[in-house]
């Protein structure tokens, strides 16, 4: 078996330093740097033409090295505050460890150390160099770069994990080979401030003269002592610690609070029939997407063949669902290939032997649905059950974090043989999903930093970093289905929108107008039409404005609508299983309890057809055409609560009304969802934001690019402050 190790970085040459710095403002964003220290010809200075791949759109084989240096310093850079440039002193090393079946693809780590510098948060601790500056607001030794990072040139040419060589491309579609910027990510991550300074191997705290902690040790324990290693008194005590297999814990505050929204356990869970409902443990894929807290759901059909190692006879069966396969005979990859070009929306593995299944190994950087593997009973448990209308979710189940102890504290790297250069300063293997910071190389990271996908950024607060997770591209597009549509992101909607933005590439503005439509794309989504803009409308022609004020609903009374038209009497995600229908099922639903509320009943009961339907486009602030009058008039047929619904569905959803409210819903929708309150709540006291931005997005015909209403938004510094400094 091939194993390629992520950092087995040597003990680097720290300088001490102990130097005072002024205080600065560091809210901004950092710039990373990359300083190009190879020779000509070599590293990132090989000349060898190479094909554009994967966004990276270098045509030199040294230009799409520094390209994916730069592209993994960007994504670092867009989530940490630092007012002093982070400057990475960067070689390619044709001296790194190499065999056919290993290889160690890089290694990092801070070049400078600084302690009581002003506004050192400890003292007597050792701070790596850019979290020093970043602290201090000043270069504290503007002489040196301040991460030190070589990687191997060698991979994937005979002798040197053969085969697999670095992919170059940005995309993160790597398929068998190894993804450059996640191990970049990763070296940047020890860099930054994932390692110790203390020897492992001996205990000794780091110094020349005057020893003491680093700033990883005092948040590093070993539960079994009950003692951080800053709190331990003898080097001996910290030898031991390092290889206390199972005991050597994570204990900061940032990383133990969010370990139970990022780790979890794979999981089917059953939905019907019921007499075998439950969650079934699984084992997760080395390729494709991870499986999400918000899941895939749909129902479960065999395939066939049923070792699923040929083009699948059944495709109409298996198109929309989740394909039910049988391990053996082929690879993971192609099984869930074959399912994918068959319309699969998933796929449920079956063990072919006895106990709990192990991951499941391989790359196809073409596949992009979820993959689980079950145990050989519980598969039969699956298939016993599939003609009573078997209905499964693929999911991670936050409720069980795999890799912590029994205060769900996540376990650090202490093998009881220490391997130096790797040991203590990374997460336990043990963790799932699979977290950057752990010692070797994984297929299924997905270039995020922040939860609820990763814990390195939590772990970088702790330690004293200023993270903002919304500059994470994951944790964005995340919290914009959280924000606008009430759930948890469907795994293919989260990947088709992450990898939009990621298709920039090195790009920045690129990335910044991409965002923007992301964003927009929330509101202007089916998903978010067919319920909160509807939900708007509907009070919009219900009421009117509300008294005194140019809107037509306040935030609470929306966001709790929303919720229910969204997820009752079904959860809707487009594009997964029959949404069209469970969309107009929620929609009848929803506008049948609207018009029974007793307000409603107050300002339209007993009118008649005719009426009732002025009243209602009269509310919107419309003259509808004879078409969409008479449409309404006809909707409520027979009156009563199914007929005012259906009427009040019909002006709501009709053409005249849809246009004269898009606008001023448009922007509404940028204080509830960006801002989480209504226009006129603090720090506002009333609705001149609001009425700005209507009147621009009016003059603009409503073009929000135009406008630059959306991006305002996200940029806002109200709406940052919502996740960080």
């Known amino acids: 078996m091939k194993k390629a190790f992520l950092s087995k970085f040597a003990a680097l040459a720290f300088a001490l330093a102990v130097v005072a710095g002024a205080a600065a403002d560091a809210r901004a964003a950092a710039t990373i740097v990359i300083l190009n220290e190879d020779a000509a010809g070599v590293g990132f200075n090989d ?17 799409q090295r520094l390209n994916a240096f730069q592209f993994a310093a960007n994504l670092w850079g867009a989530t940490l505050n630092s007012a002093v440039t982070i400057t990475i002193r960067a070689t390619w090393d044709d001296q790194m460890p190499c065999s ?79 993804d450059l910027v996640s191990v970049l990510m990763h070296e940047f991550g020890h860099g930054l401030g994932f390692q110790t300074f203390t020897n492992t191997s001996t205990g000794a705290l780091f110094g020349a003269t005057t020893k003491a902690p680093s700033v990883f040790d005092h948040y590093l324990a070993d539960n079994a002592s009950g003692k951080t290693w800053a709190q331990m008194t003898t080097d001996a005590e910290r030898q031991a610690s390092a290889v206390n297999t199972g005991h050597l814990i994570w204990t900061g505050a940032n990383v133990v609070n ?83 070009d068959a319309g699969a929306v998933g796929v449920i593995v079956v063990n072919n032997t006895t106990g709990a299944p192990g991951q499941m190994g391989g790359g196809d950087s073409t596949i992009n649905i979820p993959s689980l593997m079950v145990s050989l009973t519980d598969g039969s448990t699956l298939k016993s059950q599939l003609t009573a209308g078997l209905n499964a979710t693929l999911l991670l189940d936050n409720s069980a974090p795999a890799g912590v102890d029994a205060q769900g504290r996540p376990l650090m790297y202490a093998p009881n043989q220490l391997e130096a250069g790797s040991s203590v300063s990374h997460w336990d293997m043990s963790l799932s999903p699979n977290q950057l910071m752990e010692p070797n ?14 814990l390195t950024g939590s772990q970088l607060r702790d330690i004293g970093w200023g993270f903002n997770p919304i500059g994470d591209v994951n944790f964005f597009v995340r919290q914009h289905y959280l924000d606008f549509l009430s759930r948890e992101p469907d795994t293919a909607g989260l990947n088709f929108w992450r990898e939009d933005v990621f298709n920039c590439g090195t790009s920045a503005p690129c990335v910044e107008v991409k965002l923007v439509n992301v964003s927009a794309a929330f509101f202007l989504s089916i998903e978010f039409q067919g319920t909160g803009n509807l939900v708007y409308k509907m009070h ?14 306040r935030r609470a009374d929306f966001m709790a609508d929303t919720r229910q038209i969204g997820s009752t009497p079904s959860q809707v995600i487009v594009g997964q299983g029959p949404w069209q229908l469970q969309l107009e099922q929620n929609k009848q639903a929803f506008a049948l309890a609207f018009v029974q509320r007793p307000a409603f009943q107050a300002a339209h009961g007993g009118q008649s057809a005719g009426a009732y339907v002025d009243s209602l486009f009269a509310n919107a602030g419309v003259s509808p055409s004879a078409g969409e009058r008479a449409a309404a008039v006809n909707a409520f047929g027979g009156g009563g609560a199914a007929g005012q619904a259906a009427a009040l569905r019909s002006v709501a959803e009709s053409n005249s009304v849809s246009a004269r409210t898009f606008n001023e819903s448009f922007v509404l929708m940028q204080y509830f969802g960006y801002l989480q309150r209504d226009p006129d709540a603090a720090p506002d006291a009333d609705f001149r934001g609001y009425s700005f931005w209507l009147s621009k997005l009016n003059e603009f015909g409503g073009n929000y690019i135009d406008a630059e209403m959306v991006r305002a938004f996200i940029t806002s510094d109200e709406y940052k402050r919502r996740f960080g400094p």
């Open 47 to 63: 000349p060898t033409p190479v094909a554009p791949v994967g966004n990276n759109t270098g045509t030199t084989r040294g230009q």
């Open 100 to 178: 056919t079946n290993s290889a160690t693809l890089g290694s990092a780590g801070a070049i400078n150390v600084h302690r009581n510098f002003a506004n050192a948060p400890l003292q007597n601790t050792w701070y790596s160099a850019a979290l020093a500056n970043s602290l201090a607001g000043v270069d504290l030794n503007p002489a040196e770069p301040e991460i030190r990072a070589r990687f191997n040139p060698d991979l994937g040419t005979p002798g040197c994990l053969d085969n697999s060589p670095f992919y170059l491309g940005l995309d993160n579609n790597h398929g068998a080979a190894v």
């Open 258 to 340: 969010e370990a139970r929204g990022v780790l979890g356990t794979p999981r089917v869970r059953v939905n019907a029939p019921g007499s075998i409902a439950g969650a079934y443990g699984a084992a997760t894929a080395d390729f494709g997407p991870r499986v999400s807290a918000g899941g895939t759901t749909a129902n479960v059909v065999m395939a066939s063949p049923a070792d699923g190692c040929a083009a699948l006879s059944n495709a109409g069966a298996v198109a929309g669902r989740l394909a039910l396969v049988d391990r053996g005979g082929c690879n993971f990859t192609v099984k869930v290939r074959n399912a994918q």
């Open 441 to 454: 190389i994984s297929g299924d990271l997905i270039h995020s930093v922040a939860v609820t996908y990763d």
């Open 540 to 553: 919009k022609a219900g009421f009117g404005d509300l008294p005194g004020k140019p809107v037509a609903v």
